[in-house]
């Protein structure tokens, strides 16, 4: 029997990071669309944060990234969150965006260019501390185009160096997350290309390194939930860059390709203990905007994840372990599709009542008139970062 109780309050203490880059101009490689409204710095996008915890009451932090968020005061920063009712989150370095990282950053066959990536890295883990964040989120557009172009083992010896280094920096409750990606920039090599890669390193080392999984960085047909279970279970799974995808990193709204997949995800998450604040899974979101409203956006991105992981709480977990025990397939498959089938808006709504905020969220995010608000304060929004 499910605990509905336990349910909600297992709801409740989920926490799904947004990002900042998400509130800002973003687009593709063609054309960055500016919208009305948007934030004109790293303070503003904290605002957007914060309004989007104030109407789901389960995203109380933002993911910096450096340089798109620098400001001359991260603690003053760090203030400015906690007045609006948020925190700061993981800090994401950017080695990939200068002219030096034409051939990769930390794992570039020039030690000059390698130095300056570390330090930039450095620097990251320098902020972690006056913010004080506990995750650095490292991706790495490191890779090559061509065969022949360098050695894979030596850029791997490279990232070693380099992960080595940042590690040794970490203190306290300090983590490393190391993201992996199939492919771009790089088409023929990326140097981190898979969960596989960024575990070794990860164990390598040691307990302060985890592997972050972004679901838009898989080949298609990926099981994504098979990685999430085997990390998990090896306690190296650090976090989520929560988005979906049809064909690549689309990085379009968590839940909007395939809610299916997401609660297969979540399932993993219920099943492997992985909602315990001990597991340290940290749930963030890493999408673009770029032809709808952000605020609202990142909303419903936030009841998507919040939707899905309501869904696996429902799953009856007694009868799907008797029915594995007896081989009982069918009835083991029920248990989920039966969970997946479950309306839990009721249940979510309830939740947010008893919250003491609005059951529906998107809904009271329109009636507030917050975007005119915004919209009319705020002239010339930064982009997010990409084709700025
Ligand atoms: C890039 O594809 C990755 O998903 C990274 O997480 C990236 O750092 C993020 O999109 C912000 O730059
Ligand atoms: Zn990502
Ligand atoms: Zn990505
Ligand atoms: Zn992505």
Avoid at 161 to 189: C, H, I, W
Avoid at 323 to 348: E, K, M, S, W, Y
Wanted: hydrophobic fraction near 40%; aromatic fraction near 8%; glycine fraction near 8%.
């Amino acid at each position: 029997m499910i605990d509905q109780s336990a349910v909600k309050a297992a709801l409740r203490a989920q926490h799904i990071e947004t990002p900042s880059w998400a509130y800002g101009n973003s687009g593709t490689r063609f054309k960055v669309f500016a919208q009305e409204g948007v934030p004109r710095d790293a303070y503003e996008k904290v605002d957007d944060a914060a309004t989007v915890h104030r109407f789901t009451g389960v995203a109380p932090t933002v993911a910096l990234h450096i340089p798109w968020d620098r400001v001359d005061d991260y603690g003053d920063l760090a203030k400015h969150a906690k007045e609006r009712g948020v925190g700061l989150g993981a800090i994401n370095p950017n080695v990939f965006q200068e002219d030096d990282y034409r051939l990769g950053s930390v794992c570039n066959p020039d030690e000059a260019v390698r130095r300056k990536a570390l330090d930039h890295l450095l620097e990251c883990v320098e902020i972690m501390n006056v913010t004080g964040s506990r995750d650095l989120s490292l991706w790495f557009a490191d890779g090559t185009n061509y065969p022949g172009q360098d050695s894979i083992r030596a850029r791997q010896e490279r990232l070693s160096d380099a992960l080595s280094t940042v590690n040794d920096r970490l203190t306290g409750d300090q983590r490393m997350l190391l993201e992996y990606k199939l492919f771009e920039p790089a088409f023929y090599t990326m140097d981190v290309p898979d969960w596989g890669t960024s575990y070794a390193h990860c164990v390598d080392l040691g307990e302060r390194a985890k592997v972050l999984v972004d679901t838009g960085h898989h080949a298609p047909g990926t099981n994504i939930e098979f990685i999430v279970s085997f990390l998990l279970h090896r306690d190296k799974l650090g976090g989520f860059h929560f988005n979906s995808r049809f064909y690549a990193d689309d990085d379009l709204m968590v839940g909007a390709a395939d809610p299916y997949q997401l609660f297969r995800i979540m399932v993993e998450i219920v099943l492997g203990g992985g909602l315990d604040a001990s597991a340290g899974v940290a749930f963030m979101l890493d999408q673009c905007h770029n032809i709808e409203p952000k605020i609202p956006a990142l909303i419903r991105s936030v009841l998507n994840v919040q939707e899905a992981t309501a869904k696996a709480l429902l799953v009856d977990q007694d009868a799907l372990r008797a029915a594995q025990q007896t081989g009982d397939v069918l009835t083991a498959n029920a248990a989920l599709t039966d969970a997946f089938a479950t309306d839990v808006r009721p249940l979510l709504a309830e939740l947010r009542e008893d919250m003491g905020i609005d059951p529906d969220p998107i809904a009271a995010y329109r009636r507030s008139g917050h975007f005119e608000t915004i919209r009319d304060a705020r002239k010339g929004g930064a982009a997010a970062g990409w084709g700025a």
